[in-house]
């Protein structure tokens, strides 16, 4: 069992995210000491994912590069990666939590040369590009990784890839006798950060996803147009590897929608409003984009970045929700059905390539959460008395932008100090 020392002053985070990141940065830098669990092998999140933010178009590196920084400097905050929460007992002030480790397989000494990735044969499926393509079985989760260290998939322990990357490490990095773990430790207070996940859209069957390869989500856009993804930043059909130049976004993939999600998402329509500028910039004029919408929802300062799109003369708007979406067997075109409401025309208009906004769900499961937690009819936990020293952060709380999930981690850290701050006069 790795020794973990918590107590009941201590603050528990868990999800490693933009929001966990933040919560437990602002309650660290207050003194509090902190526990930070993160089940992917990198701290980072949905955030570490994007090409770019809205409205400004810089780079997620910016944000995270600064609070990498600061956790690295921060001796008060434990971060546990491949590590998933499996109970939480107790109440305020004296809560237990049992958390599962995964084997990684690479331990401290790794400098991330790369030498047992390029050992390797095995290939496996690129979780950190949404399975868009592959990379070898020993591999680095992202150029911006934290922990900056190799994993080993699971797959080939126990085959001669694995000595092969053992024999490859000059550091003695390799331990391939590591075993899952379990810790329990104690916390005075939880924020639970664990973000969200894009929505199945399997599930919209008049869409097509998973039966037309030309149909994808706006998060595989994302990293499709990023130049560190699977196709190096060029906007290619998963059929063909044809240039994807007249694309279509389909806003409200599933949200709104009694049958799917019940909430708005917030961020659908920023986001395709987000990536024509992808596709201009891939293309130029020689571009279009089509956003099929039922409203926009481009609140505050987004409004002036919804303007500016409405005047690039490559981008058009048609104001319906597509009823149903086909692709043409021998072109790999795929055609958009519907009825144009600003004048009732109907529509049967080919794409390159189809973009769904898919909207959030918590990322909730996994965990055997205290019974009395309130949440909502979605799933997202509620700010409540009842939930007493566990507060949702982020998007486990609502549907958030990266700023409005930095503020809501924020105020989540405040109260998890006061909380912690209540049991400390207690026990002095």
């Not at 400098?111 to 399975?131: I, M, Q």
């Not at 260290?149 to 331990?175: E, N, Q």
């Not at 773990?181 to 207070?189: D, H, L, M």
């Not at 708005?264 to 089509?290: F, H």
Request: charged share 25%; proline share 4%; aromatic share 8%.
């Amino acid at each position: 069992m790795t020794d973990v020392i918590a107590t009941n002053q201590t603050i528990l985070v868990v999800g490693g995210g933009i929001s966990g990141m933040t919560a437990a940065l602002e309650a660290a830098e207050c003194g509090k000491n902190v526990v930070l669990v993160e089940k992917n092998p990198a701290l980072g999140g949905r955030v570490s994912q994007l090409y770019r933010y809205f409205p400004k178009l810089c780079h997620p590196t910016c944000g995270l590069e600064i609070n990498l920084r600061r956790l690295k400097q921060n001796p008060r905050i434990r971060v546990l990666t491949m590590a998933e929460v499996t109970a939480i007992t107790g109440g305020e002030g004296d809560y237990s939590a049992t958390v599962k480790l995964a084997p990684r397989y690479v331990n401290e000494n790794c400098t991330a040369c790369g030498e047992c990735s390029k050992a390797v044969d095995a290939e496996v499926l690129d979780a950190f590009n949404y399975n868009l393509g592959k990379i070898k079985a020993a591999y680095l989760p992202h150029k911006m990784a934290y922990p900056q260290r190799y994993v080993l998939d699971p797959s080939i322990i126990g085959t001669a890839d694995a000595d092969k990357a053992k024999a490859a490490c000059k550091y003695g990095a390799i331990d391939l006798d590591m075993k899952e773990e379990t810790v329990q430790f104690k916390a005075g207070a939880v924020i639970w950060a664990t973000g969200w996940k894009p929505y199945d859209a399997a599930k919209i069957q008049p869409y097509g996803y998973g039966r037309f390869s030309n149909v994808i989500t706006s998060v595989e856009f994302e990293r499709l147009a990023d130049i560190h993804g699977p196709t190096k930043g060029k906007i290619l059909r998963p059929s063909d590897g044809k240039e994807a130049k007249n694309i279509a976004f389909i806003q409200c993939a599933g949200s709104r929608d009694e049958n799917h999600l019940r909430h708005c998402s917030r961020i659908c329509c920023m986001a395709s409003l987000k990536q024509t500028n992808y596709v201009r910039e891939a293309y130029g004029d020689a571009g279009k984009s089509t956003i099929y919408y039922i409203d926009i929802r481009a609140i505050d300062r987004f409004e002036d970045f919804y303007q500016k799109v409405l005047k690039d003369p490559t981008v058009s708007f048609i104001k319906s929700k597509v009823a149903k979406v086909t692709q043409d067997e021998k072109t790999g075109d795929v055609i958009l059905h519907g009825v144009n409401t600003e004048g009732y025309h109907r529509y049967a208009t080919p794409h390159d390539l189809v973009v769904l906004a898919v909207g959030m769900e918590p990322s909730v499961t996994g965990a055997n959460l205290p019974a009395e937690i309130v949440s909502d009819s979605s799933g997202f936990i509620e700010a409540d008395p009842a939930n007493h020293a566990f507060f949702g952060a982020g998007c486990a709380s609502n549907p958030l932008d990266v700023n409005r999930a930095v503020q809501s981690a924020t105020a989540s850290a405040l109260r998890a100090i006061q909380v912690v701050n209540r049991v400390a006069r207690v026990e002095g």
